[in-house]
């Protein structure tokens, strides 16, 4: 009997054993866990500590792995990292543009990722004169290059029934908002949204009283933007070619001329380049040039249209380079003005 007793007793002290080292494993795995769980969440709830903003981009054909190099990058390689280890890892899906601000959560920029959830980029252009400057300067800001572009803007000028050098009159300069993957053709029609509002009816009936249409102010809107640096003075400048138009005689805009050379550095307009066979130049060609010489700004299309009507036909720059002109309806003025203003550029060693 003493036998069987020392055994139950063993028994005994080898399962109060076995339960205390059972105790202790799910102790050990609870606290493991609790320290992953705490890791976890400490680190989903870090914060990018960056000094400023910064942008990640994810282009079209982007792989899992320069997407992650994409983050390291941006973030900084630790915590690029942490976010890539959160990411989906669908690199089409989360294709776009996003800018992360100091202080996001690691987490909620992995989750931004994998939603799609862009942020929108600012297009902002200005001092545009050619189709080419244009699609260079928006390609930059897209993900889509300049012959994306232009064939996008060939498509919509033929669905539309213009040339395509009308359609470039009617890409108002403005700061548009657009996701960076918005296709290049959605982000012209965005933009000439805004020539459409900018022409409502009462600016169509100003032009037409002019005897213009809205495409017909826009080129004499771009000459005047070239002839003068002066905004104060462009809608008389304007008013001037109206009148010239009305009475039948060429336009002799000196910008016209540089537009058909393709040289806009030009100081001194004459001579052989006067005879340049271009529809654009119009000391020898009559009435409008087929688009404008420049996008014109929606100020100076407003200028044109609300010009005060004068009788000016002739115009020369002021010989003090002040930036302004002389204006008369007299030829024989106009020649005095302009042998004071040719006196001038010899003075100065400015040739043709």
Same mark, same amino acid.
């Given at each position: 009997m003493s036998k069987d007793n020392n055994r139950r007793k063993e028994d005994g002290k080898d399962k109060k054993r076995a339960k205390r080292r059972g105790r202790v494993a799910v102790t050990v795995i609870a606290l493991a866990v609790m320290c992953w769980g705490v890791w976890q969440f400490t680190s989903m709830?870090?914060?990018?500590?960056?000094? &400023? #903003? @910064?942008?990640?981009?994810?282009?079209?054909?982007?792989?899992? /792995?320069?997407?992650?190099d994409s983050l390291r990058e941006a973030l900084g390689d630790e915590y690029g990292r942490k976010v890539a280890g959160y990411w989906g890892g669908n690199p089409a899906k989360s294709r776009g543009a996003y800018l992360v601000e100091p202080g996001e959560k690691a987490i909620n920029i992995a989750r931004m990722l994998d939603s799609g959830r862009q942020t929108p980029v600012r297009l902002t252009f200005?001092?545009?004169?050619?189709?080419?400057?244009?699609?260079?300067?928006?390609?930059?800001?897209?993900?889509?290059?300049?012959?994306?572009?232009?064939e996008a803007f060939a498509r919509e000028a033929?669905?539309?029934?213009?040339? &395509? #050098? @009308?359609?470039?009159?009617?890409m108002m300069p403005d700061t548009y /908002?657009?996701?960076?993957?918005?296709?290049?053709?959605?982000?012209?029609q965005k933009i000439l949204k805004n020539h459409d509002s900018f022409w409502n009816e009462e600016r169509r009936g100003k032009a037409a009283a002019l005897g213009l249409t809205p495409d017909e102010v826009e080129v004499?809107?771009?000459?005047?933007?070239?002839?003068?640096?002066?905004?104060?003075?462009r809608g008389k400048v304007a008013r001037l070619y109206v009148n010239r138009l009305k009475r039948g005689m060429k336009l002799q805009a000196d910008p016209t001329v540089k537009y058909a050379v393709g040289?806009?550095?030009?100081?001194?307009?004459?001579?052989?380049?006067l005879d340049i066979d271009s529809p654009y130049n119009t000391y020898r060609y009559e009435g409008l040039p087929?688009?404008?010489?420049?996008?014109?700004?929606?100020?100076?299309?407003?200028?044109?249209?609300?010009?005060?009507?004068?009788?000016?036909?002739?115009?020369?720059?002021?010989?003090?380079?002040?930036?302004?002109?002389?204006?008369?309806?007299?030829y024989s003025t106009h020649q005095h003005n302009a042998a004071a203003f040719r006196k001038a550029l010899d003075a100065r060693g400015i040739k043709l």
């Open positions: 709830a870090s914060r990018y500590d960056g000094d &400023e #903003a @910064v942008w990640i981009r994810i282009p079209q054909g982007a792989t899992k /792995e320069s997407v992650a200005n001092n545009i004169r050619t189709l080419d400057q244009l699609a260079e300067r928006l390609a930059s800001r897209m993900d889509w290059g300049e012959e994306d572009f232009k033929e669905a539309q029934g213009v040339s &395509e #050098a @009308v359609l470039l009159g009617r /908002e657009v996701y960076w993957t918005t296709d290049p053709r959605k982000t012209i004499i809107a771009s000459i005047a933007e070239e002839e003068t640096a002066k905004a104060d003075e040289d806009f550095s030009i100081k001194r307009v004459g001579g052989p380049m087929p688009g404008p010489i420049r996008i014109p700004d929606k100020r100076t299309l407003q200028a044109v249209i609300d010009a005060p009507e004068h009788g000016y036909i002739y115009m020369c720059a002021r010989a003090d380079f002040s930036g302004y002109h002389d204006f008369t309806s007299d």
